[in-house]
């Protein structure tokens, strides 16, 4: 039997919400399959099976929040039987008549359907680490007093984010009816309306303020910065993209990106996560792309494989990261799997920008707004298109010096655009 | 298509990017960028909008002109007019 677990979400997140199954009892599951979506202060997350096996039990409902850890479903191994007899009984405290399906939940009801909308840090203390603290609870966490209700009235509530424990059940020995829950929604309106966003909002400004507070609290940062000449780069954009379907014009976000990535092969000091004490770098370079959120916040999910894909392709999935990070559908190893973070404000931003790491990555690194400024070179004056990079580093696994040689070759990539492209 | 009912569609395809936008709050005289938060991503995939509402595909040197919503309305309506012309 196969316990499938509430993976890690994400740097500084230790909970989630299931919105919604993707699997029923009896289904087939492929290693990587997408099984079920989980909320979390940040985004929706697709959350996949790491092995292939049969359905055997959903034990998680949607609705429920739980710590990472949590046994959310069993899984028979491939070529196992079912068992005669129902294991679950043996995590889950039964006595109360009701039957195991509906006893497995916690009253925990909340936030469902919010839509996710907002970001994380990534963090990749990924699966390795599950469970914040190590203290993941073995199957159903926090079994409070249970309320009797009736599945058709749990789903609706669990629709409306209304909490069971706060409906009072007109039903048999107080069970709460379909009705009663309908009844609370009623009252709500307005309220309940507006709630999902602020709660929202204040959970992720409360997931970043528990990140970047680690980040401050536990890792030396210092700082070096390069400004960068672009009138080459602009202009291959340029002449690229005059050529090209709007639909698949290149931003110069995606050629810094790029840039980005091809550079850390030398500086592998600069790539990967420092865990346990010790730094370990990383094999592939996972870039996390900061993106800003229209309501506030911001998540860094990850571009997967940044250093070895094509500029068009890197350009699409930037794209689709974007619209996905702000429809608030993310896949877990995209918030989890990120081994340096880039920060680019953009042509509306700031000259330049001095970056938090995300716990546990060693490195960011910082864009400002690509702007025409004085140039000197050769004892010359001239006017070019420049962009200030910076690069945050841990002091524990790097010097400046070394930061300074990554800009320095960040620099020289730039002024290759054509060779970026490949 | 008259020039309300192309600022009507413009506003439209603005508020798919950033639904906040309310059309009579935006003043056509001033910088668009200024008076919504657009980064480039947001600002293509305007473009794109307008590509497939009104078939008019922007090259990216022109992007320059089009500072205001002013500016865009005139650039959009010159395009239409050239097009039913030839």
Redesign the interface.
């Known amino acids: 039997m196969i316990e499938f677990k509430l993976p890690a979400l994400g740097a500084d997140m230790d909970e989630g919400t299931l919105l919604e199954w993707k699997v029923k009892p009896g289904d087939r599951v492929e290693k990587g399959q997408v099984i079920a979506i989980v909320d979390t202060a940040k985004a929706a997350i697709d959350v996949e099976s790491w092995q292939a096996g049969i359905v055997h039990r959903l034990i998680a409902e949607p609705g429920q929040k739980m710590p990472v850890g949590t046994v959310m479903a069993l899984l028979l191994e491939p070529g196992e039987t079912p068992p005669p007899a129902e294991p679950v009984t043996a995590t889950t405290q039964t006595g109360t008549g009701e039957s195991p399906d509906v006893a497995s939940s916690t009253g925990a009801l909340r936030k469902v359907g919010a839509g996710g909308n907002e970001d994380v840090p990534p963090g990749a203390d990924s699966s390795r680490k599950v469970g914040a603290g190590g203290t993941a609870p073995p199957a159903v966490p926090e079994m409070g007093e249970r309320r009797r209700i009736s599945p058709a009235a749990r789903k609706r509530a669990a629709e409306l984010g209304i909490d069971v424990g706060s409906i009072a059940g007109s039903g048999p020995q107080g069970a709460v009816t379909l009705e009663d829950v309908e009844a609370v929604a009623q009252s709500r309106m307005p309220s309940a309306a507006q709630k999902p966003t602020t709660d929202r909002r204040a959970e992720m400004r409360k997931t970043i303020a528990a990140a970047m507070s680690r980040s401050k609290r536990e890792i030396p940062h210092y700082y070096v910065s390069e400004d960068i000449p672009l009138p080459r780069m602009l202009a291959w954009l340029q002449e690229s993209n005059a050529a090209r379907p709007l639909a698949e014009r290149l931003l110069p976000a995606a050629v810094l990106l790029k840039a980005v990535a091809r550079a850390l092969a030398d500086y592998p000091e600069l790539n990967g996560h420092y865990l346990d004490g010790g730094f370990r770098a990383a094999e592939k370079v996972h870039l996390g792309v900061a993106i800003s959120l229209r309501e506030g916040g911001l998540i860094a999910p990850a571009l997967l494989d940044a250093d070895t894909k094509p500029l068009t392709k890197l350009m699409q999935e930037l794209a689709d990261l974007v619209r996905r990070t702000r429809a608030g559908t993310l896949k877990r190893t995209e918030l989890t799997d990120a081994t340096i973070t880039v920060t680019n404000l953009g042509d509306q931003g700031s000259h330049g920008v001095f970056g938090v790491i995300t716990p546990p990555q060693v490195a960011l690194v910082g864009f400002g707004r690509i702007a025409e400024r004085p140039w000197a070179e050769n004892g010359g004056l001239k006017v070019l298109p420049v962009v200030t990079a910076s690069l945050s580093a841990d002091h524990r696994v790097s010097d400046g010096h070394r930061g300074a040689l990554f800009l320095r070759t960040l620099s020289d990539l730039l002024q290759q655009p054509e060779e970026l492209a490949k | 298509m008259n020039r309300n009912q192309l600022r009507d569609l413009v506003i439209a395809t603005l508020q798919n990017i950033?639904?906040?936008v309310g059309g009579d709050t935006l003043r056509d005289d001033l910088p668009l960028?200024r008076q919504v938060?657009?980064?480039?991503?947001d600002w293509?995939?305007f473009?794109?909008g307008l590509?497939k509402r009104l078939g008019i595909?922007?090259?990216?040197?022109d992007y320059a002109r089009l500072t205001t919503l002013a500016a865009l309305l005139d650039y959009l309506q010159h395009e239409l007019t050239e097009r039913s012309a030839s």
Do not use: H
């Open positions: 950033a639904p906040e960028r938060d657009l980064d480039s991503m293509l995939n473009l794109l590509n595909e922007i090259p990216e040197k």
